[in-house]
């Protein structure tokens, strides 16, 4: 990324996420392990149903909305890592090796991972609500990584100059697209706007703004993140709370 800045900007008050873009040499380990998870999981899928006759992760992980109403909330968390295929998750889990290093290197592990749970529950949460058929897959928290990085594009776009314009292009073209794939039958779209929606909020509240401030005596420059770290946690917070209250709400 070539950067030009039109103005140094000073540290802000507080505790600033400081040097927010990694280098090549940053590790994006919480993206492995993600990646690692999953594929054991479907290993076990896998077994369990050769051995079995029945995918006891399934059973007992996928969202199931009258199972969600008797109090077995984690069923929001667990369908991130269950997948019903090969294909369906050697599809998301290219998705997460493509899109995840980058964004784990911009917002840092615990930001990274934070984006990718809340969107992954979102995604489920909106399921729960506008979906009466059970799901399960990882897709939910890729769509809130594409919201994410087109959000961090469109917030930093002065450093990006005038590619800005045609990476969101390329960002708005691959959602119409799946959204549209979405609608064929076994797909759950709601799943995947739901994540959509909460990646978008996560990344707009808490996601990386950057700036380039001057080092003194002519040492050049470093990278930070406009973004206070306890406003990060707040966010996070708020809109885990938020969906939190709406699941209840159902079920009430």
Excluded: C
Excluded at 16 to 29: A, D, E, S
Excluded at 177 to 193: A, F, Q, R, T, V
């Amino acid at each position: 990324m070539s950067i030009q800045p039109p103005h140094t900007q000073p540290e802000p008050d507080g505790q600033p996420l400081n040097q927010p873009v990694r280098g090549p040499g940053f590790t994006p380990w919480a993206t492995y392990i993600l990646l690692g998870i999953t594929v054991l999981v479907f290993g076990g899928q896998y077994l369990t149903q050769s051995t079995m006759g029945i995918d006891l992760f399934a059973v007992y992980g996928m969202k199931i909305n009258q199972a969600i109403v008797a109090g077995e909330l984690w069923r929001l968390v667990t369908p991130i890592f269950l997948h019903g295929s090969l294909t369906h998750i050697g599809f998301n889990m290219y998705a997460l090796f493509v899109l995840g290093p980058g964004l784990e290197r911009t917002y840092g592990r615990s930001r990274y991972l934070l984006l990718y749970f809340l969107s992954g529950i979102a995604g489920n949460v909106v399921s729960f609500y506008l979906s009466p058929y059970n799901s399960l897959g990882a897709s939910t928290s890729i769509f809130g990584l594409v919201a994410a990085e087109g959000v961090f594009i469109y917030r930093n776009r002065e450093f990006f100059g005038k590619q800005a314009r045609s990476l969101l292009g390329n960002l708005l073209l691959i959602v119409v697209i799946n959204l549209m794939l979405g609608l064929m039958p076994g797909i759950d779209n709601w799943g995947h706007m739901g994540g959509l929606l909460g990646g978008l909020a996560f990344a707009w509240t808490s996601g990386p703004l950057l700036a380039v401030n001057w080092l003194p005596g002519g040492g050049g420059y470093r990278m930070i993140d406009q973004n206070l770290s306890s406003r990060v946690w707040l966010y996070a917070a708020v809109e885990f709370l938020v969906m939190l209250g709406l699941v209840l709400l159902k079920m009430a």
